[in-house]
């Protein structure tokens, strides 16, 4: 491949991992709106979502996982878990809650990968001393 070819691949590797990023950071946005209203109407119960009709932006569900669905689910987990990174480090707990859903239910929906599929993915790509 030619250097400006290099280039063009990543510009668009670029664009693709903002355009992945944005959806997610939607998506989390709905989880954790999701999950305030869940806490409201049922505060010892996570698991049954009762005010979905609460929150419209859930009606976009559809929408965002379709352009999820876009990406391989090792591309969807690299950027939810260093999103994931970002929520820890400024200590917002709340995000971090509604991520870790979110990646449970791309992973039920196979549009992510799980924890340890993706860290032996990561490891078969950069050895040993990958990080997560």
């Known amino acids: ?3 400006q070819g ?3 691949a990543g510009i668009v590797e ?3 991992d903002l355009v992945l990023g944005y959806t997610l950071k939607k998506l989390t946005e709905v989880f954790e709106q999701l999950m305030a209203v869940s806490r409201c109407n049922h505060p010892d119960n996570m698991a049954g979502i009762l005010g ?3 929150v419209k932006a859930a009606r976009k569900i559809p929408v965002w996982l379709k352009r999820v669905g876009c ?3 090792f591309h969807v987990t690299h950027v939810l878990i260093r999103q994931m990174n970002d929520s820890r480090n400024f200590k917002q ?3 971090l809650e509604a991520q870790g859903v979110l990646l449970e239910a791309l992973v039920e929906a196979a549009l992510a990968m799980d924890e340890a599929s993706y860290t032996q993915a990561t490891n078969k790509v ?3 001393s990958a990080e997560i």
């Open 1 to 3: 491949m030619t250097s």
């Open 14 to 16: 670029t664009f693709d």
């Open 93 to 95: 707990d709340q995000r």
């Open 71 to 73: 990406n391989t689910p």
């Open 52 to 54: 979905m009709g609460q």
């Open 6 to 8: 290099k280039r063009v």
């Open 126 to 128: 950069s050895g040993p």
